[in-house]
């Protein structure tokens, strides 16, 4: 598949760029992109969540009532789990969400997704850019002359360019990232894609 090669201006030039056919162009796994994507929401959950059990109630650990002849139950302590105020049983700990995944699935999983966007023309390649300093105005104008202002953008450079980063973060649904670290998840919500001229090889061998 080759696309034309946009200018920051949002005018299409002479030159063309070819993607990979094993990267862009494959049997797309949906079971695959749903992992990866699980994966990242889990490893995103702090999980520090925390409920007191029965040792851990700070009340005092007489006997309520006689062991027997009451009629009732038997009830040792006020931090039984049937009190208001008592302890609560088999409640969330602190723990970790997180799990393993095998890269060939997570290498397929973007596979699957950037197929899915080549399909949709939901990809648009840049020439390579930069800013002399952070501006939320310049990264703007970019999106305005590529009619994608309105939109979920996601920016994939080649190398980290901490102006283009610094220019866009403040920028609502736009969001800037590299080749090497792009992730399922960022590729699933997003509208449109935007490939920096030089990030389309770092793609391709993937």
Known sequence: MELSVYNIQGKATSKKVKLADSVF???PNEHAVYLD?????ANQRQGTHKTKERPEVAYSTR???KQKGTGGARHGSRKSNIYVGGARVFGPQPRDYGFKLNKKLK???RKSVLTA???ESSIT????????APKTKSYLEILNALSVSGKKTLLILPDVNKNVVLSGRNIPNAKVTTAQ?????DLVHTDVILLAESAVQKLNEL
Not at 37 to 41: A, E, G, P, S, W
Not at 125 to 132: A, H, I, K, R
Not at 181 to 185: F, K, L, P, Q
């Open 125 to 132: 390649v840049l020439e390579d850019f930069s800013f002399e």
């Open 25 to 27: 162009a494959i049997e």
């Open 117 to 119: 966007k080549a399909k």
């Open 181 to 185: 670290s792009v992730n399922t998840y």
């Open 63 to 65: 006997k309520l009532l």
């Open 37 to 41: 994507v699980k994966q990242y929401l």
């Open 107 to 109: 290498v397929l999983a």
